[in-house]
């Protein structure tokens, strides 16, 4: 069986104690090495921080993009100032991200953004984003206490649209790990669904093979498996 590459953006992280202290490492979640694994893609892990032009190899490797979780994006990127309540930023991880979003988008391979993938989609092809959600008048709850398989806020599903598709349904539950959102869309980008206070949690490319989500689905495929459909449309794409 053709298995295409899913490539994984990896986080970065600095070890803190024991053995190894102040050792910086990347990694991935399990969670979407399993969801790819099991959508019949082969994961691998792209580390960034190779120098200029490692987001061009990767791409000859790769036959699609999974861009995870992690930080935030430096709104420098889109032209803020820090506000209060901005998280911590990596610029490395960002320029990175970026080349890889666009040069994606020429080349045509699928991308799937998952939280922050959909925020550095929305930077890298031009559009702006919310520093801190809960700055927003009527805010739902997006960083949930619960962990990552429960359901939190719901949203609503564009007729029509790819996730439409993909979820079969006008509404669904999903679990809420941010703490930015897209502001201005960028051009090329349609929404795809919105929580109730209005905050934009899905988009799709409108002439790319690109969707992007502001929960976690690579969390809920055990007890919610709508959501590996998800990692099966990114697999699809990608043959
Ligand atoms: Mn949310």
Not at 45 to 74: E, K
Not at 98 to 105: G, M, N
Request: charged share 15%; net charge neutral; with cysteine.
């Amino acid at each position: 069986m053709n298995q295409p590459v899913v490539g994984i953006t990896a986080s970065a992280l600095t070890v803190e104690s024991g053995p190894g202290l102040g050792g910086e490492k990347f990694f991935a979640g399990k969670g979407y090495i399993d969801a790819v694994g099991r959508a019949g893609g082969c994961p691998v892990i792209l580390p960034f921080g190779g120098g200029a032009g490692v987001a061009g190899r990767h791409l000859v490797v790769a036959d699609a993009i999974l861009l995870s979780g992690g930080g935030d994006v430096d709104p420098w990127l889109y032209g803020e100032e820090p506000r209060p309540g901005l998280g911590r930023v990596c610029p490395e991880r960002d320029e990175y991200e970026i080349a890889l979003v666009r040069l994606a988008c020429e080349l045509g391979k699928p991308v799937l953004g998952i939280c922050r993938g959909m925020q550095v989609i929305n930077v890298a092809l031009g559009g702006t984003l919310h520093q801190d959600v809960r700055c927003l008048a009527g805010a739902l709850q997006h960083f949930q206490e619960a962990g990552g398989q429960v359901a939190g806020h719901s949203v609503q599903i564009k007729a029509g649209s790819l996730l439409h598709r993909l979820v079969g349904g006008d509404t669904l539950r999903t679990n809420s790990f941010h703490n930015q959102a897209v502001k201005a869309l960028a051009a090329g980008l349609t929404a795809c669904a919105r929580s109730a206070d209005g905050v934009l949690e899905a988009l799709e490319g409108q002439t790319v093979p690109l969707l992007a989500v502001q929960w976690h689905p690579e969390g809920m495929c055990g007890r919610h498996p709508v959501m590996l459909e998800l990692f099966r449309w990114l697999v699809r794409a990608a043959h």
